[in-house]
């Protein structure tokens, strides 16, 4: 499998998804963040985009986004229990295995996922974290754990222009959860933990230091 490549198509999905604005219907609204949703063209479910703006630098909301073992989102994101790196292919390239907690009281088991992961940076200095499902020898699937898949996901942090201390973030989720989950939960999950996770996400901004 050539990971660099799977990765690459992933971050130009996410791009393009960013700038196609047509067909998202608005599903979840807070002050944090708007969540949207339209069918996938991955798989036979959604996919769903966030978008707020974090009061924050984006030094210090790469801090809390970037995709490392040990780092900091596994503290304030709720979703993400575990971060494991399975392979670095390249400097910004990795395969890495995500778990999840249950969830929606217990109708969601633990999940794992296993991806590649492609960080990209860019002159206006907007740094994006891209991610799809990959198989790797190292990681088979494990009892206690349904194995899920996520379709090309993740997250754009964009500067704004004369407010250096705002940063713009999109993010897209498009996952299969695996199992036999109804359809409603499913639809029910991403809205609020998305809307969950802007909100974690700006209070993990604020607690830290300076940069």
Known sequence: MDYKDKAKTAADCLMSYKKDESGWKVCKKSNDVVVSWRPSSEFPGNVYKGEGIVSGSLEKVWECLKPVPNGRRVKWDNNVKKFELLEQISEGTSICRTVTPSAA???????????????????????????????????????????????????ICIPISGEPNKTQVFSFFQTDLGGLLPRSVVDSFFPSSMSEFYSNLAKAVKSLKDL
């Open 105 to 155: 009281m217990g109708i969601i088991a633990p999940r794992d996922f296993v991806d590649v992961i492609l960080v990209e940076q860019f002159e206006d200095g907007t740094i994006s974290s891209n991610a799809t499902n990959v198989t790797h020898p190292s990681c088979a699937p494990q009892s206690g754990f349904v194995r899920g898949f996520n379709h090309p996901c993740g997250c």
